[in-house]
């Protein structure tokens, strides 16, 4: 096979893949909102995302943690791939992936119920249940990996003279750590949070996820003009 065919294969593949970085995050908060708004018990200014996993309608949440997932460990893959010295961290495209494999365990394992969702549900359980352990455990590449993502992206573009995308990366970083130690707090059933926490969760989840989005679509941009 001739080199430029080969070449023009690999361009065309690379952008396949971070087409799926760039799709996962709306598509992912897209269900999300769809389904927190149809059912009439849950509150999505109060209950966290990965309730919607549980009960009857539980599947739809289910498939879009596996969807999602897988897409973002194919984008992950893409990022590893682009000729750019400012994207070229290993790092930051393995914690992404990392992530990804995070969301599909968290279709795997379900939370526990929490604030009194489903309803009939205590507003926290006395102990948890096993597989409430492994879903905390399957979001630790997502809560801690993504942060350090951006981190790592921060100091690659900073060192490659990018200061708008660095601080981007910083600020996205420095967002979803706050929000999302807020709304654990919230899910304790602190008082004060109690009834915010699921929009503090949400605010992480789209800065994160926005953050790849835009990642990947400047990726794609790179790779048409290598």
């Known amino acids: 096979m ?16 971070l087409s799926c970085g760039v799709v996962a995050g ?23 995302v990965s309730a919607l996993s549980l009960g009857p309608q539980g599947w739809t949440q289910v498939a879009n943690f596996s969807a999602t997932g897988t897409l973002y460990v194919a984008g ?7 000729p750019d010295s400012a994207l070229s961290t290993r790092l930051g495209p393995t914690l992404i992936g990392a992530a990804g494999l995070g969301l599909v365990a968290s279709a795997v394992f379900h939370t526990d119920p929490v604030s009194g969702y489903p309803p009939g549900t205590s507003d926290a359980s006395a102990e948890h249940t096993t597989s409430m352990t492994r879903h905390g455990l399957a ?8 942060p350090s993502a951006a981190l790592a992206y921060a100091r ?11 601080v981007y990366c910083a600020l996205t970083a420095a967002s979803m750590v706050v929000n999302f130690a807020v709304a654990a707090v919230g899910f304790g059933q602190t008082p004060r949070l109690v009834n915010r926490a699921g ?11 926005a953050w790849i989005t835009a990642l990947s679509a400047r990726a794609i941009n790179r790779c048409g003009t290598a």
């Open 199 to 209: 929009l503090f969760q949400r605010a992480s989840i789209v800065t994160a996820f």
């Open 26 to 48: 709306p598509l992912f908060v897209t269900v999300f909102l769809i389904e927190g708004a149809r059912r009439a018990d849950y509150s999505p200014l109060r209950h966290p």
């Open 76 to 82: 992950a893959a893409g990022l590893l791939r682009v």
């Open 2 to 17: 001739p080199l430029e065919v080969r070449r023009v294969r690999s361009a065309s593949l690379t952008r396949a893949l």
């Open 139 to 146: 979001s630790i590449p997502i809560v801690v990996g993504l």
């Open 156 to 166: 690659r573009f900073h060192r490659g003279g990018n200061r708008r995308w660095a």
